[in-house]
């Protein structure tokens, strides 16, 4: 932190000597060494003039207060009561000439009790008045900053719960049609083994009167071959006649899968998990 340059005694730079100011005159708004304090205080002019440690000065030195008119850069030592505005010697026939002479008095007369008076009071009291409603309105944003921290954890914590509900329900979801997938598909090839199997014994019936059949006709006596032929076609009509019932029921199984529209839709339209929104709320302080 840098400090803060000594002000130099106004009087002894006009000299052309400098000399570091231990007073300050708020009247004539210069810095006086001691020396120079003295003779200040010697001439029946600026006696009465006030003066303060330039340590007090630096405290108010940053105040913007202009003892020089900004329109004629002439010292301002009048004060327009009808105006509430303090003026230079030349303010008043360019812009006061029409205010009554009384409202034209001394700058000094009109700061006399300044520290003491109601415009002091009321600035006071306004200042405090601001000075609370922006620490409140710091307060505000600090609860406010608080509760956004708290807000965004808050929704976090529901974009998780809502990611894992979907979750455990997609999962549900998988396990039931895999369930339902693999209870059909156990249906069609039970309903594929019963038909295999009858089938197959037809098959092996078949097979069996092929045989006999060959038999009878090499050993079996032509009688025997007349009689056994006859059986043999009544028995091999009635299994034609069994197989081509069987073989009318079968039926051919394709299996496949239809995703749920729903689903589809959201694999297809849903583009977003979800949308934050901000209410903006306006505090009004008075």
């Known amino acids: 932190m840098t400090s803060t340059p000594p002000l130099s005694c106004g009087p002894c730079k006009y000299e052309g000597i400098t000399k570091d100011a231990e007073k300050w005159c708020t009247f004539c708004d210069e810095g006086f060494c001691s020396d120079c304090e003295k003779n200040h205080r010697s001439l029946k002019l600026t006696r009465n003039h006030k003066m303060i440690d330039t340590e007090d000065y ?3 030195q940053d105040l913007s207060v202009d003892l020089k008119c900004e329109t004629h850069g002439q010292k301002l030592d009048l004060y327009c009561k009808c105006h509430h505005v303090a003026v230079c010697a030349m303010c008043i026939p360019s812009a006061h000439n029409s205010c009554p002479v009384d409202d034209i008095i001394s700058i000094h007369d009109a700061a006399k009790n300044a520290r003491s008076s109601t415009a ?24 406010v900053s608080a509760n956004i921290d708290t807000e965004e954890q808050t929704i976090q914590k529901k974009i998780l719960e809502t990611r894992l509900r979907l979750n455990k329900h997609l999962d549900e979801l998988e396990q039931q049609l895999l369930q339902e997938l693999q209870i059909k598909h156990e249906n069609c090839r ?16 078949l097979e069996k009167l092929k045989e006999q059949t060959e038999q ?27 197989l081509k019932v069987e073989i009318g029921k ?13 689903v589809i839709s959201f694999i297809n339209n849903v583009k977003k998990f979800g949308e934050i929104y901000i209410t903006e709320k306006i505090s009004i302080y008075s």
Do not use: W
Not at 127 to 135: G, T
Not at 250 to 262: G, Q, R, T, W, Y
């Open 58 to 60: 630096m405290k108010i």
């Open 120 to 143: 002091l009071s009321d600035l006071e009291e306004t200042i405090s008045r601001s000075l609370e409603s922006v620490r409140q309105s710091i307060r505000d944003r600090a609860s």
């Open 190 to 205: 039970s309903r594929y083994s019963k038909m295999l199997k009858q089938l197959q014994q037809t098959e092996n019936e």
């Open 216 to 242: 009878m006709k090499l050993f079996a006596s032509d009688l025997q071959v007349f009689l056994g032929t006859c059986k043999m076609n009544i028995t091999i009509s009635e299994k034609l006649k069994s």
């Open 250 to 262: 079968e039926n051919s199984f394709a299996m496949d899968l239809k995703i749920h529209p729903v």
